[in-house]
Structures are given as C-alpha cells and as structure tokens.
C-alpha cells in the first residue's frame, strides 16, 4: 500500500486572455467593441462582476484541472454538474496489476487528526489492501472486488469547465466551512487562478486562502 499527498495540476493555460476572451463577446451587448484597448478587459470584466452579468463569464476559455485525490473528495467535485469530468474507475483499474506496482495508492489523512486516528486509519486502509487482493485472487473482477476498497483510495478526476463554473465551484470549496481535504486543495488552486487571471476569482471562496494549511500542487 502506498500513501500519497493529494495534488492538482492546472492542464490549461491560465492568463490575461481569458479576460480578453470575455471583453470580446460581452462588448457584443453593448456594440462597443470600439472601446477594447491591451488594457480594457480588467475593468469591462470587473464591471460585469459587479453588475451580476455572469453569463458573460461563461464565455472565457474553458479551463482543465487534474485533481489527485481520494474517493470521498471526488464525490464533492462531481457534484459541479456544469463541470465536464473523466475519472479514474474502479471498474476497469485493476489495482493488482503491475501498472499500479500490484498495490492500492491511498490519500494521506495525516494533516488532519492525531495520531490514534491515525494508527485505526492505517489499520483499516490495510485491511481494504488485503481483501480486495483476496478477492481478485478468488477470481473476482475489480469491478466486484472494488466493493472492499475505502474512499481513501487515491483516484484522478479531470475537471473542466468555463470560468463561471470555477467560481461556483471556489465559492463552495475554498471556503471556510468546506471540507478541510477539499480545501486542501482548492485553495492553493484558487491563490493561483486569483494570481493568473486578475479580478476573475478575487471576489470568490476565502479571502485568506493563501494562509490555508496544504499540500503543494504536482
């Protein structure tokens, strides 16, 4: 068995354009595509922030993030139905597989409790590892022997979506009430789109996520 952190890469390119993608189609509305300067977009998009047009938001360039990390986290990402998805399935990764170095990968709850919680945690994903390897070796198919596996377990989600979309999705996750593995993730995520697209994600999830406890991104 092996424990790992969990960790996100950004598999689109973030910047200024998205913005400049948004000014093109909402100064549509107004036909004042006249007005568009190199430096026009931050206020046209920080206007249309404040006037709750965000329907004009949807318009910037749909944005691509891999999230590593475990079952349970994932259930919450995938309640973003606007998102498009592609995970990871039980059904058809066989973990005894040399691929997978014959092992189950599981995600470090470590960062979040003390260390009985932590002994009982590693006896249980152990005990997952070995029945699940049991099974497999009784003949049944990974689709079957998933029943024995935890929501531990390590899984990769692609999650893409237009910028409207990602800041629904900052304003439930990276806030202080959200799961704290969720944060863990989202909010060093969101510090990076706030840092790469100015103005889009200022205004969304904790205002203080750069203070968040976290992992690093991939």
């Known amino acids: 068995m092996r424990i790992i952190a969990p960790s996100y890469v950004i598999e689109t390119p973030l910047g200024p354009h998205i913005l400049e993608t948004i000014e093109q189609a909402g100064r549509t509305c107004y036909k004042s595509e006249d007005k568009i300067t190199p430096e026009s977009s931050v206020a046209f998009v920080r206007m249309l922030i404040k006037r709750g047009h965000h329907a004009m938001i949807e318009h910037g360039e749909s ?51 003390n260390s009985e919680v932590l002994d009982i945690w590693l006896e249980a994903v152990a005990a997952s590892e070995v029945f699940y390897f049991r099974m497999i070796e009784a003949g049944a198919k990974a689709q079957i022997a998933r029943s024995v596996l935890m929501n531990s377990l390590k899984t990769e989600i692609v999650v893409r979506g237009n910028p409207r979309e ?10 202080k009430a959200a799961h704290p593995q969720m944060r863990q993730l989202a909010c060093p995520l969101l510090v990076e789109f706030r840092n790469s697209v100015p103005v889009l994600f200022d205004d969304v999830g904790n205002p203080n996520c750069e203070e968040e406890p976290c992992s690093s991104p991939a």
């Open 63 to 113: 944005i691509a993030v891999r999230f590593v990390c475990d079952r349970g986290i994932s259930h919450e990402v995938v309640r973003h139905r606007l998102f498009s998805l592609a995970q990871e399935s039980t059904r058809y990764c066989n973990y005894s597989e040399e691929k997978f170095d014959e092992q189950i990968t599981v995600i470090d709850i470590s960062p979040f409790c």
């Open 166 to 175: 990602w800041r629904h999705f900052f304003s439930l996750r990276a806030d």
